[in-house]
């Protein structure tokens, strides 16, 4: 029989250890594809004999990316914009007021989440069509960007939620008693309380629209973005300039991540610092 | 933290709900009406024409053909269903648990590969599952024979990708209730001499149930409208109802059958969602004495 500390001994080791399986499996095709980009063959399989950077110079030789990349920037860069900012405000009247209607706005606003992408895409799809009989709208950049809108908002909305939920209200009244007028207090007080959570809102709404496939392969018509485009080209064959353009592409993830993790622990000091002892 | 009550007139309130509200409307809520429409429309010589027609859900529920894919397409997330909570439930725990300062490294890995491109991860896949990919070299590096394992473009490595893709979301909800789990509740089973065992099933696992529900359902429906991984590491042999709708509308240029398809799917869901709202809010009034 094994002893209490034995027992919990394993149960220790065996936690841990899932974590450590889950973290190989998550990071199995990752690293695989930066492995891949620095082949010196043309084969993508192991073992590779030798090693080369060839094929990073080779993607933009041949440059057929740079549109679909231009896309997907501006893509997110608008997507984050507005799902920032509707997702922030939704955030605030989610938590902080009480209004007639609001089980509506809360299911309202919340749904797209719960939708598989695909039949969000088809749904907007078939909106668009419609439109497009009855107004001559066509799909491209303007469809896809409202697509990504609806789906990411959401997204942004709760996890700026969770940073309103946990807001100090008696920081706005101080400010406020001290003779700050409305605006100020919302610069100054607010905003700065908020920001770990809509910056971190941002980064996801712009990663999620970056990565994007389903929404944009929906409603792109004959707009391509760089998954859409990688998806047109692994299905015609595999060569290494696709691992190559998947390691670059993991650069823009990896920054956004880890400034974010920055951003949250310097405002958690600040808010330790700013509670009296 | 306080709540204000708001009445419509105050601009704070349209300001932060109206503009919100409109795109989910016209953008959301609207689509989907027309879905609803358009399933009942036909089409002819590839047009769409605009008649109301029950010809479109005859078919749909007619034709077992429908019904096979419908069935698998359930099935499926049903087994990636179980699957996601089998591994999401221990390595939620561990993290609320046993990571301690490891915690935060681990959540920024986990969340990277979340948001890295999904059609750059199915291709990483298929470079591992490949013949002569990554784990069958490693396979008989380890004395396994040539080729021992031949999953490329098999059911088995759909799932392989879809709880790849969706294990998260049950690891963060099941992690939220872990951590909103008081501790003294544990701490006073340990004291009424209670194992470490006794007090994860008895009191640990019926309090994090919330999240294990919550998980379980989002895995359900999302998994529904898988594409990727059934089209690109399932090889497209067993297709699931995501690649029905993409044909009908690519393939036949049929409006009407795609609506109706994508309406049975988010009904499925919709049906899945409510079933685990009524179980909640049961469990609930037997949780509180009245």
């Known amino acids: ?277 | 933290m306080r709540i204000d009550r708001k009445s419509w007139r105050d601009p704070l309130l349209l300001g932060t709900t109206v503009p919100l509200t409109l795109l989910m409307i016209v953008f959301f809520l609207v689509p989907l009406a027309m879905t609803g429409i358009l399933s009942f429309q036909t089409t002819k010589y590839y047009r769409l024409i605009w008649t109301w027609d029950l010809a479109t859900w005859r078919d749909v529920f007619g034709k077992p053909f429908y019904w096979t894919i419908m069935l698998r397409t359930v099935a499926m997330s049903l087994v990636c269903v179980v699957l996601s909570l089998a591994i999401a439930m221990p390595v939620a725990y561990a993290l609320a648990t046993r990571l301690g300062s490891l915690q935060r490294h681990v959540t920024i890995l986990i969340t990277f590969a979340f948001l890295t491109d999904a059609v750059l991860k199915t291709f990483g896949w298929i470079l591992v599952l490949d013949k002569n990919g990554v784990l069958n070299w490693g396979l008989s590096y380890l004395g396994f024979g040539p080729q021992a394992l031949n999953l490329l473009f098999t059911p088995s490595a759909t799932m392989i990708g879809m709880v790849y893709n969706l294990a998260v979301y049950p690891m963060f909800t099941i992690y939220l209730s872990l951590v909103r789990i008081d501790r003294d509740l544990q701490l006073a089973a340990y004291d009424a001499g209670a194992s470490r065992l006794r007090t994860f099933f008895e009191v640990t696992l019926p309090l994090s149930k919330p999240g294990l529900y919550a998980g379980a359902v989002l895995v359900f429906v999302l998994s529904l409208g898988a594409f990727l991984e059934p089209k690109v590491m399932g090889g497209g042999n067993s297709p699931m109802a995501s690649e029905l709708i993409r044909q009908s509308f690519e393939t036949r240029v049929n409006w009407p059958l795609g609506a109706a398809l994508t309406l049975v799917l988010i009904v499925i869901g919709a049906l899945s969602l409510a079933i685990s709202a009524l179980v909640a809010m049961r469990r609930r009034r037997v949780a509180s004495p009245a």
């Open chain 1, 1 to 277: 029989m094994m002893s209490d500390r034995t027992k919990s001994a394993l149960v220790d080791t065996l936690l841990v250890g899932s974590v450590a399986l889950l973290l190989a499996f998550f990071y199995v095709p990752i690293i695989t594809l930066v492995v891949f980009s620095f082949t010196g063959s043309r084969m993508l399989t192991l073992p590779i004999e030798t090693w080369s950077t060839e094929w990073y110079p080779a993607l933009f030789a041949k440059g057929d990316f740079i549109p679909a990349l231009k896309n997907s920037a501006l893509i997110a860069a608008i997507t984050t914009i507005f799902a920032t900012v509707l997702g922030a405000a939704g955030a605030i009247a989610w938590i902080r007021f009480r209004f007639r209607l609001q089980t509506f706005f809360r299911a309202l606003t919340f749904a797209p989440l719960l939708f598989p992408q695909l039949l969000l895409g088809v749904v907007m799809l078939l909106w668009f069509s419609v439109l497009g009989q009855w107004l001559g709208f066509t799909t491209g950049l303007a469809s896809v960007v409202i697509g990504h809108i609806v789906y990411i908002t959401p997204f942004t909305l709760v996890i700026v939620a969770v940073q309103v939920y946990g807001f100090d209200e008696t920081l706005e009244d101080a400010a406020r008693d001290a003779g700050a007028s409305g605006w100020v207090v919302f610069r100054e007080i607010t905003l700065p309380l908020l920001w770990p959570g809509i910056f971190s809102a941002a980064s996801f709404a712009f990663l999620l629209s970056w990565g994007n496939f389903y929404i944009s392969y929906s409603l792109g018509g004959t707009i391509r973005t760089l998954p859409t485009f990688v998806y047109s080209g692994i299905a015609v064959g595999s060569s290494p300039i696709y691992p190559a353009l998947a390691t670059l592409n993991f650069i823009p993830a990896l920054v956004l991540v880890v400034v974010a993790d920055v951003v949250r622990r310097r405002a958690a000091r600040r808010n330790r610092l700013a509670e009296p002892a």
